[in-house]
C-alpha cells in the first residue's frame, strides 16, 4: 500500500519550497507586503514578531515545509494545529480575526513562491501556477478559511482586490522594518531590501516607497545566480546570514524530518 501525501512527490511545490533560497525569498517578500496588511495589529498582539521577526520566520516556515513534504494524515494534523493557535489568540484578544486577513496571508504564500521560483529559477507554467494555488488553496480548505477562490484565475482577481483595499503605510509598517534592520544588521537588512524588490508587486514598492534601481537589482541577482552555477553560493550564505539561523537555513535544503 503506498503512502499518500499532501502534496505528491514531484510537484513544483516540493521544489520550491525544497530549497532555502526560494523560502528566503518568499519570506523576505511577505515580510514586505505584510507590513502594510491592515491586520499586522494581530502579529503585535502576541509580541512575537516585533520582539523575533527571525525566530517568527523560522517557526512559521516549519509549519509550512510540514504541510509540503508529510503524510496526508500528519500535514492535515498540522494544519489543525495552526487552525487552533489562531482561534486561542482569538480568544484572548476577545476579537476575531478578519476572514480578509487569512486569505490574505494565504495569496502571499501562493504569490511569493511562485514570484521567488521565478526570479531564481525559471519561468512556470500555467499548469505548475495551478498547482501552486491548488495547494494553499486546500491548506485554507482545511482550516476552514470562507470566501476563497474556486480557482486559479478567480484567485487573481481577488489578489488585485487585496492589493487596492487591504494594505495601508501604518506605525506598524516603519515598526516592522525598524525591527528587521535591528536584527539583521544594516548589510544583512539592506540585502533584505534588494531581495524584496525582485519580488513584490508595484503597489508594495510604492506604498513602501522602494526605488526601481533595477541595474543594483539585477546585478546582484545575476552574481547570486553565478555563485550558484559554480557551486560557492553557501558561502555568500555563510557570509550574510545571522551565526543563529545558519544551520537552520541550511537545513530548508533537505526536506523535514
Known amino acids: 500500500m503506498s503512502t499518500e501525501y499532501f502534496v505528491h512527490k514531484n510537484s513544483i511545490v516540493r521544489k520550491i519550497w525544497g530549497k532555502s533560497d526560494t523560502i528566503i525569498f518568499i519570506f523576505a517578500g511577505a515580510s514586505a507586503e505584510f507590513a502594510l496588511n491592515k491586520a499586522v495589529d494581530w502579529l503585535y498582539f502576541t509580541g512575537k514578531l516585533p520582539k523575533d ?25 498540522a494544519i489543525s494545529s495552526m ?19 487569512y486569505r490574505d496571508v494565504l495569496f502571499m504564500l501562493i504569490v511569493y513562491s ?6 531564481l529559477e525559471r519561468k512556470l507554467t500555467i499548469e505548475e501556477k495551478k498547482e501552486v494555488f491548488d495547494v494553499f488553496n486546500r491548506v485554507g480548505l482545511l482550516m476552514g478559511l470562507k470566501g476563497l477562490p474556486s480557482n486559479y484565475e478567480e484567485w487573481q482577481s481577488m489578489r488585485q482586490e487585496h492589493l487596492s483595499q487591504n494594505m495601508k503605510y501604518s ?10 534592520r535591528k536584527h539583521l544588521g544594516l548589510v544583512r537588512y539592506r540585502i533584505l531590501l534588494e531581495v524584496q524588490r525582485n519580488v513584490i508587486p508595484v503597489e508594495v514598492k510604492e506604498m513602501l516607497r522602494i526605488k526601481n534601481t533595477m ?7 545575476s552574481l547570486y545566480k553565478l555563485a550558484k552555477a559554480l557551486n560557492i553560493d553557501s558561502i555568500l550564505k555563510a557570509m550574510v546570514l545571522p551565526a543563529n539561523y545558519k544551520e537552520k537555513v541550511k537545513a530548508l535544503d533537505n526536506p523535514p524530518e
Open 83 to 101: 487552525a487552533a493557535i489562531h482561534s486561542q489568540v482569538e480568544t484572548n484578544r476577545q476579537a476575531k480575526i478578519p476572514d480578509w486577513a
Open 215 to 221: 541595474f543594483i537589482s539585477n546585478m546582484g541577482l
Open 114 to 119: 511562485i514570484k521567488s521560483f521565478e526570479v
Open 53 to 77: 521577526p527571525l525566530g517568527r520566520l523560522f517557526s512559521t516556515v516549519a509549519y509550512a515545509r510540514l504541510i509540503v513534504f508529510a503524510e496526508k494524515e500528519s500535514a492535515i494534523k
Open 171 to 180: 506605525y506598524y509598517t516603519d515598526d516592522l522594518f525598524r525591527q528587521y
